[in-house]
């Protein structure tokens, strides 16, 4: 099966998908939030799922052959590179930043995330006509990002074997919009080892990391898929539940109830609730003006991708 030939663009227009790269790699280094959600309001969702499954037993006869241009243009190598390039370079650009913020300012950063959500749910929610049945399967997905959000982090191993099928589950969630993989990386005890690995290059942590993270995304793109040209007004009403029940996850204010000590002196909670703001204080308002703020963010992307999102007149205006 032949993949669609890649539409015409300029410069310009791999500048836009590389910016789009830049979002979703800057929301797959949070836990809570879903880069796969920033490539379906930005537009290129489909594309991106296609150019995936690209990577199939056609390629490899190409390859084989040394039929070297066709196989570039049969996975639509420009497209992925400037995807990739934007992606990558806002994981190890904003893998010390981000780091940084969970540690020391980790209500600015969840608010301002917290509104990119609740824009993504609105904007996504638009592509659904909605009755009674989707909202029962908004519902049953809701409740399954919530049970999952509020699973204890388990305490694994890094050795190369777990790296590579945790990527692998990982990244499932990073291609859903509303499932965070940086969060399943969080529950399975990978997500601190794994930003570490970004931000000083280890190679011998990354590349089964890599591979598991290949393998895993060319065998679920093929279900999705699927799933998208046969049932896709579900499979979106499900996704928006999932972004719905991943809200308790990255509010702001939490309480933590139980911790655990992974090494002396360093102490990560595992069991917590959420919170309300114990004061109407500085740091408050800076939340809520973040909060906002990210949701004029997400707005405005999506405003300038579809006129589907009911936000757009005033974004406009």
Not at 143 to 164: E, H
Not at 275 to 281: G, L, M, S, V
Not at 296 to 305: G, K, S
Request: hydrophobic letters at 55%; proline letters at 5%; one cysteine or more.
């Amino acid at each position: 099966m032949s993949t669609p030939p890649a539409p015409a663009r300029t410069l310009k227009d791999y500048a836009g998908i590389a910016g789009i790269g830049v979002a979703m790699g800057a929301a797959d280094v949070v836990p809570g939030v879903s880069g796969g959600t920033m490539a379906f309001i930005l537009g290129i969702y489909d594309e991106l799922l296609a150019t995936v499954k690209s990577f199939n037993l056609d390629l490899l006869r190409l390859l084989l052959k040394f039929r070297l241009r066709d196989a570039l243009e049969h996975i639509n190598w420009k497209f992925l590179l400037a995807l990739g390039l934007g992606l990558g370079g806002a994981l190890v650009s904003l893998a010390h930043l981000i780091t940084y913020l969970l540690d020391h300012h980790p209500i600015p950063l969840f608010a301002f995330f917290f509104g990119l959500v609740l824009a993504s749910i609105a904007a996504v929610a638009t592509h659904v006509k909605w009755n009674l049945a989707m909202g029962i399967t908004c519902a049953i997905g809701a409740y399954a990002a919530y049970t999952i959000v509020r699973l204890v982090p388990m305490n694994m191993p890094n050795d190369p074997l777990t790296l590579f099928w945790c990527a692998a589950i990982a990244i499932m969630a990073m291609i859903l919009p509303g499932i965070s993989g940086s969060f399943l990386l969080f529950i399975l005890g990978q997500y601190r080892f794994v930003m570490e690995a970004v931000k000083t290059l280890d190679v011998l942590a990354l590349i089964p990391f890599a591979l598991g993270a290949a393998i895993g995304l060319m065998a679920f793109s093929r279900v999705l898929t699927w799933l998208l040209n046969r049932y896709r007004r579900v499979t979106i009403t499900l996704l928006v539940g999932f972004m719905i029940g991943s809200l308790w996850k990255i509010w702001p204010w939490r309480q933590v109830l139980e911790t655990i000590e992974k090494k002396p002196g360093e102490f990560i909670p595992i069991r917590e609730t959420v919170a309300a703001p114990p004061a109407f204080d500085g740091e408050f308002w800076l939340a809520l003006a973040l909060c906002a703020a990210g949701f004029v963010v997400i707005t405005w992307l999506d405003r300038l991708q579809s006129s589907a999102n009911p936000l757009k007149k005033i974004v406009h205006d």
